[in-house]
């Protein structure tokens, strides 16, 4: 038996904000995008593996408002679990990031204790994350 991942979403409260970060940015491509009861989800991969998609979609697309609400203020706070990503030219990657605009540098390219040499920062939405030198 072979199991493999297929997509990781990701919430964001501006999906234009997003996929300005996510595709201009770090140079993802869209896939696809679908518009739905007012709310979008945008289907993105990288070049590398593109068999992985990253979904970028609202807090309350598919939701209740309840639900959607506590989603909505975990992802203001920046209190959803991060994204980890992986550069081939980690100072490039971060330093087009870092300038991005809503982007918010957490910590600078380092080498880390537990063996990779990465750095941190948030999403326009707030999302925690981190890329690695490859």
Do not use: C
Not at 65 to 78: F, R, S, Y
Not at 98 to 104: D, I, L, N
């Amino acid at each position: 038996m072979t199991v493999s991942i297929s997509a990781v979403h990701v919430l964001v409260d501006d999906p234009d904000a997003a996929l300005v970060f996510y595709r201009d940015t770090l140079g993802l491509t869209v896939r696809n995008e679908v518009e739905h009861d007012g709310f979008r989800w945008i289907t993105l991969t990288t070049k590398s593996q593109p068999e992985i998609q990253i979904v970028l979609s609202q807090p309350h697309a598919g939701r209740s408002k309840e639900d959607g609400d506590t989603l909505a203020a975990l992802l203001a706070k920046g209190e959803l679990r991060p994204l980890h990503f992986r550069s081939d030219d980690l100072d490039a990657t971060f330093e087009a990031v870092a300038g991005a605009a809503g982007a918010e540098v957490l910590q600078e390219p380092a080498s880390q204790p537990w063996g990779v040499r990465d750095g941190a920062v948030r999403d326009p939405a707030g999302n925690f994350f981190r890329i690695e030198q490859s």
